[in-house]
């Protein structure tokens, strides 16, 4: 089992950019897909973009050409750069590691670790 902890979430305007951080303190990343899904209060939670084991990254259509997944296989970490945020970007945000299949990347239940969650807030 997989130790998660996510950092990075925070308060910011519309338009503003966060950077979180998904990491494995006491496990390598090494082989698993991590993937960052989001929860806003009242809504059930979706995915928003994975890192492959292989490096290949996909995104949800609502934060394509907006937000950026990357692993730094030195640090153990999985980060997801977050820019021209919108108030629709808010909610919980957590990472997650799995092997999950290419058709199944979007579906939480494909994963079996979860940190605790970060939360982001968008302002208008």
């Known amino acids: 089992q997989v130790q998660l902890t996510e950092s990075g979430g925070g308060l910011v305007q519309a338009g503003d950019s966060l950077r979180l951080s998904c990491a494995a303190p006491?496990?390598?990343?090494?082989?698993?897909?991590v993937a960052w899904f989001r929860q806003a209060p009242g809504k059930e939670r979706e995915f928003v973009a994975t890192?492959?084991?292989?490096?290949?990254?996909h995104y949800a259509d609502p934060v394509k050409g907006r937000f950026s997944i990357s692993r730094d296989r030195v640090k153990n970490t999985v980060s997801l750069q977050m820019n021209t945020l919108k108030p629709e970007d808010a909610g919980d945000y957590y990472c997650?590691?799995?092997?999950?299949?290419?058709?199944?990347?979007?579906?939480?239940?494909?994963?079996?670790?979860w940190g605790q969650g970060t939360q982001v807030t968008v302002s208008s």
């Open positions: 006491e496990s390598t990343l090494s082989g698993y897909g």
């Open positions: 997650a590691a799995g092997r999950p299949i290419l058709s199944a990347i979007a579906d939480p239940h494909m994963y079996g670790c």
């Open positions: 890192i492959r084991a292989t490096s290949t990254t």
